[in-house]
């Protein structure tokens, strides 16, 4: 299974509280934040449901 890096770019000021919550889930509280997670169906929605948040890298 491939693993993606996740970054978070934007601020969650003034975001919906379940997208907040995502990215907690994500493990994301500070901008600039990096983390990996395994490319599952279930981060990998968790991540478009943010998609405007953060950056996604793929990691070889």
């Given at each position: 299974m491939s693993k993606i890096k996740v970054k978070q770019v934007r601020s969650q000021i003034n975001c919906p509280l ?43």
């Amino acid at each position: 299974m491939s693993k993606i890096k996740v970054k978070q770019v934007r601020s969650q000021i003034n975001c919906p509280l379940n997208q907040k919550r995502t990215l907690e889930a994500l493990g994301l509280r500070k901008m600039g934040q990096v983390v990996e997670h395994e490319s599952t169906s279930a981060i990998l929605g968790m991540v478009n449901k943010v998609q405007h948040l953060v950056s996604v890298e793929e990691i070889k």
